[in-house]
């Protein structure tokens, strides 16, 4: 005979009958609202059962109690957050639908000390008084630019808005026609301009613009601001010519314009040294005469998304002043991640350390030797590759590599099954056939890429 607790009749228990035989160990550490929420799912579930059978009986008490334990799982793994790594495979060092760059150990440490701790981040030390909002990353940026002052904002968009709102409210802001650029996102330099308040002046045409036509809104005092931007995710070839940055700042200055130079991904790096074409640093744009130069904190620097602002002090002061500025500003941890990735720069650590970099940096022949160990276990072929940037960084820059490629099951099926995966490894298609690139993946991730691949493929089957 069953139990009175437990009776096997057809009416589910009530809500708080069965939220008091929720086992402790599930309740215990969640508010009430939260088990009660999901003690009425469960009683919901167990309404609608019955309604569709006559035949059907209530279940036990204990079951639909386990049942509320399970949901509140489910609901702890729904809500937090969704995010799961994923293997890339793609050969696209800077992946911008997989989150871009991959942190530096350095950079994850360090935010997870600032997530789990208070942090002094605008009281001073030494006089327990309020200070200047944690200076790390914005001196280790002066360090490393030559720079009189830095700032570090939430992306590389928000610190070209703020430096173009320098021009001020109706303030005409000189571009070349060449340079008038989308970011990525739908995101254009014409409307971030006009965002800004200012007036934009074009000069120059899409293939030529040379110092000279910029002489004319500037002697007239049209133009309060220069802004030079780097095309980032494209290159233009053929009959082009782009104004020397030495002469269009000398320009400026006499006509008393600023120059804000948007690097775009910036480096920190002279990547010639890697074998690369050479990327402008902002160092040598403040050296040939820009004010303010812009950049981002992830893409070729390798550390997480943040805007990287160097240059005038003056400039800067009055950027940081614009009631903007607090909007655009990063969190405790950002800016304790982007410290610590800068840090590895002035050390000298940045290719050994920085994700990016090490990649880069791996030779041809681990990476050959790595594809024939996972080709061997999977059935596939080691071939060679070819992996790029992308990002917005580097356009048309490629570095030789080698993956495995994968054939006999439809590519289109063998991809889905492996973005489905776990862990998701997602890889590209060419020719038929589905192509793993190796240097966009790290070494240790091996063993896991293997299992997934041999998952997918007896799916495939």
């Not at 035949?55 to 793994?77: N, T």
């Not at 233009?236 to 600023?258: M, N, S, T, W």
């Not at 990016?356 to 594809?371: G, I, T, Y």
């Amino acid at each position: 005979m069953p139990r009175p607790s437990e009776s096997s009749s057809r009416r589910p228990p009530s809500v708080d009958r069965l939220v008091a035989a929720v086992p402790d160990e599930a309740a215990a550490a969640r508010d009430r609202g939260a088990v009660v929420a999901a003690a009425r799912e469960v009683v919901a579930v167990e309404r609608r059962r019955l309604a569709a059978s006559l035949r059907a009986e209530a279940r036990q008490l204990s079951e639909l109690a386990s049942d509320v334990a399970a949901a509140l799982d489910a609901h702890d793994e729904a809500w937090s957050g969704g995010a799961i790594g994923v293997i890339n495979a793609t050969g696209v060092l800077i992946h911008t639908n997989l989150g871009r760059t991959t942190w530096p150990q350095a950079a994850i440490e360090a935010a997870r000390a600032a997530a789990e701790s208070p942090l002094l981040l605008e009281l001073d030390a030494e006089t327990g008084k309020r200070g200047r909002r944690y200076r790390a990353a914005e001196d280790a940026l002066i360090e490393l630019t030559g720079a009189e002052d830095a700032l570090v904002t939430n992306n590389n968009a928000a610190a070209v808005a703020l430096a173009v709102g320098l021009a001020g409210r109706g303030g005409g802001v000189v571009v070349s026609r060449g340079e008038l650029v989308e970011i990525g996102g739908g995101v254009r330099i014409p409307e971030i301009i006009r965002r800004a308040g200012a007036r934009l002046i074009e000069v120059g045409t899409t293939n030529r613009t040379r110092a000279a036509d910029f002489q004319e809104p500037l002697a007239e005092g049209r133009a309060k601001l220069v802004l030079r931007v780097h095309r980032s995710n494209f290159r233009q070839d053929g009959f082009v010519e782009d104004p020397d940055l030495e002469v269009v700042a000398d320009l400026a200055h006499r006509h008393g314009a600023v120059v804000v130079d948007d690097l775009g991904s910036g480096a920190l790096l002279d990547t010639a040294h890697l074998g690369l074409p050479h990327e402008p640093q902002p160092a040598e744009r403040l050296a040939a005469g820009a004010d303010l130069v812009t950049f981002s904190g992830d893409k070729l620097v390798g550390g997480p998304q943040a805007g990287l602002m160097v240059g005038r002090a003056d400039l800067v002061a009055r950027v940081r002043r614009d009631p903007l500025a607090r909007a655009m500003r990063p969190d405790k941890v950002t800016l304790a991640a982007v410290a610590a990735t800068l840090g590895l720069y002035r050390s000298g650590r940045a290719t050994a350390e920085v994700p990016l970099w090490r990649a880069v940096a791996a030779p041809l022949a681990d990476l050959q030797a790595r594809a024939a160990r996972v080709a061997a276990a999977v059935g596939g072929t080691a071939i060679p590759t070819d992996a790029t940037f992308g990002g917005g960084a580097l356009p048309g820059a490629v570095v030789p590599s080698r993956g495995v490629a994968l054939t006999g099951r439809k590519p289109d099926a063998l991809a889905a099954a492996l973005r489905s995966g776990g862990p998701p490894v997602v890889g590209r298609i060419d020719r038929d056939r589905l192509i793993l690139d190796l240097r966009t993946v790290e070494p240790d991730r091996d063993e896991a890429l293997v299992a997934a691949i041999q998952r997918a493929l007896d799916q495939a089957r």
